[in-house]
């Protein structure tokens, strides 16, 4: 099976900065897209940011032009990079992994999933 495992989250000051990674573990041939979403208390989940394989980059209205995607492929990892952060940032972030192709006992048969991580907590004080 695949599994998504978050790291970065915790409480930071309105302005401030963090990192979310997000690494992808498992018999993984490819994953096509990655992204990161969140939800806060009483709203529904949102999209932040995503990156397909092929690099190019998707964001909220929100966070454009304070939150940064990136992919390293080698590593099967996501980052979300977070800057000028505000309290309405304040949000459970979610890492998603879209089409990844998991390997079978049948040559260059894959088998695709998409997969969610179990959630970072970012809390944004003013």
């Known amino acids: 099976q695949v599994q998504l495992v978050e790291s970065g989250g915790g409480l930071v000051q309105a302005g401030g900065s963090l990192r979310l990674s997000c690494a992808a573990s498992?018999?993984?041939?490819?994953?096509?897209?990655m992204g990161w979403y969140r939800q806060a208390p009483g709203k529904q989940r949102e999209l932040v940011a995503a990156?397909?394989?092929?690099?190019?980059?998707n964001y909220a209205d929100s966070v454009k032009g304070r939150f940064t995607i990136s992919r390293d492929n080698a590593k099967n990892t996501v980052y979300l990079q977070m800057n000028s952060l505000k309290p309405e940032d304040t949000a459970v972030y979610y890492c998603?992994?879209?089409?990844?192709?998991?390997?079978?006992?049948?040559?260059?048969?894959?088998?695709?999933?998409?997969?969610w991580g179990q959630g970072t907590l970012v809390t944004v004080s003013s």
């Open positions: 990156i397909p394989s092929g690099g190019s980059t």
């Open positions: 998603n992994a879209d089409n990844v192709a998991v390997v079978t006992t049948t040559p260059h048969v894959y088998r695709y999933l998409e997969v």
């Open positions: 498992g018999s993984i041939f490819s994953i096509n897209a």
